[in-house]
């Protein structure tokens, strides 16, 4: 078996991969909603955090968690996984203030800070609550 194989059968590194591509949408929104529609950078994280939300749930139910504890219950599931999602855009927002605004970081640099520092929050909660 190769080594991408045998990662790919590593659940954690399934939740990275679809984790960079939620990450993609979420800074591609992001960016345009600051750089092309002018919007202010709270305004723009929630765009790019609802964006990557859907992504991340989508990828995360067909590919990364082969087990669901709530698959009879849909929009529970739905609902959990994004309440704990927003307890990353808390701290996403957290982040992005001090590195904006007390830093004076680019706010894609401030972003990606801010994605590195949820990364594992979000997984271990949404695998314990959610996922088996």
């Known amino acids: 078996m ?3 194989r045998t990662c790919l059968d590593w659940e954690p590194f399934r939740y990275l991969l679809i984790s960079a591509l939620a990450l993609l949408a979420d800074m ?16 723009a994280a929630c765009l790019g955090f609802v964006t990557g939300v ?19 219950t849909p929009m529970a599931e739905w609902l959990i996984f994004v ?20 830093l004076w970081w680019s706010a894609e640099l401030s972003k990606l800070v801010a ?10 909660s949404r695998k314990v609550l959610l996922f088996k």
């Open 28 to 43: 591609l929104v992001f960016s345009a909603s600051l750089r092309i529609a002018d919007v202010p950078w709270p305004v």
């Open 115 to 124: 994605a590195i520092i949820t990364f594992m929050t979000n997984f271990l």
């Open 2 to 4: 190769s080594f991408f």
């Open 54 to 72: 859907c992504v991340a749930y989508g990828l995360s139910i067909r590919y990364v968690f082969r087990v669901r504890k709530l698959r009879r």
């Open 83 to 102: 309440g704990l999602g927003v307890l990353g855009l808390g701290v996403t927002q957290a982040v992005l203030y001090i590195c904006i605004e007390w």
